[in-house]
């Protein structure tokens, strides 16, 4: 566990770019304003503080919301309450560093105009994540700067996505997002356990609020959405049948191929002969 500080941790950015922090803040925590030569993301996990940001109203940002301070934005942080942050710090020229970054990065910022409250949906695999490049950060070796740069991509993706999913309290509306997600995310290794703490539910109240909302239980909704998307790739021409089948989630060939014939009555070169 991370040490309580009354003032905010001192960063140097190296040259590949990316800084992972935590910061608990201890209860006579006092920041001055100030302005950093980096952009800033801030996850706060626990406590309410207030964000000020020169030329905008000040927001509160509570507990796992996440907000963003632009290089060489006049700033102060004001606990409300003692407050634990999770902080990344880019260099400004991080995100034009690959072509593929500066989409990603205009439209997390576009995002982050106000601050974002994650659904819990993404929130665990954001904060995985963020702790993830706490933990390589102390690790030395030729790969430990393209690790860290790639783990913070991670983390600009995944908050992208979040702006999409916003938090929920509605349980069904968590289900409905959960199950957008899975349409997505079909080759990750789900399992209940993951789905319902995802969504904060218990496995129990999950199972049952899943079944009502999408009309079959957890796995035979996964397994649905495996076999239709294999079933795509197959029609496409591009993957061979064992392709399709590990590119659609399905990591046991021999269970595919049990999976197919039981819901298709058919092994996919039947199938497939046939659609052909």
């Not at 566990?1 to 201890?26: K, N």
């Not at 199950?179 to 129990?204: G, N, Q, T």
Request: contains cysteine; glycine residues 6%.
């Amino acid at each position: 566990m991370s040490f309580l500080t009354q003032r905010p941790i001192p960063v140097r950015i190296p040259e590949w770019g990316v800084v992972f922090a935590e910061s608990r803040h201890h209860p006579d925590f006092r920041m001055s304003r100030r302005t950093d030569l980096f952009h800033k993301l801030l996850l706060v996990k626990e406590g309410e503080l207030k964000l000020l940001q020169e030329g905008q109203a000040s927001r509160v940002l509570a507990a796992d919301s996440v907000a963003y301070v632009p290089a060489g934005t006049v700033h102060q942080l004001q606990d409300a309450s003692p407050a634990s942050l999770l902080i990344l710090c880019l260099n400004p020229n991080f995100p034009e560093c690959l072509a593929s970054c500066r989409p990603v990065w205009a439209e997390l910022v576009n995002a982050l105009q106000e601050p974002l409250a994650p659904s819990g949906v993404l929130l665990q695999r954001i904060e995985t994540a963020w702790r993830k490049g706490i933990r390589q950060q102390g690790v030395e070796g030729v790969y430990s700067p393209l690790s860290l740069q790639l783990q913070a991509m991670e983390i600009m993706v995944a908050l992208v996505r979040a702006a999409h999913y916003p938090r929920k309290t509605d349980p069904r509306m968590r289900i409905r997002q959960l199950l957008r997600l899975m349409e997505e995310e079909y080759s990750e290794a789900w399992d209940i356990e993951r789905a319902a703490k995802m969504v904060s539910m218990s496995r129990r109240r999950f199972s049952d609020y899943f079944r009502e909302i999408a009309g079959q239980p957890f796995v035979e909704k996964l397994t649905r959405i495996r076999l239709e998307r294999a079933m795509e790739f197959m029609r496409s021409g591009e993957y061979s049948i064992a392709g399709s089948g590990f590119s659609a989630g399905f990591n046991d060939l021999s269970h595919f191929y049990r999976v197919f014939k039981k819901h298709l009555k058919k092994t996919p070169g039947e199938w497939l002969k046939q659609q052909q």
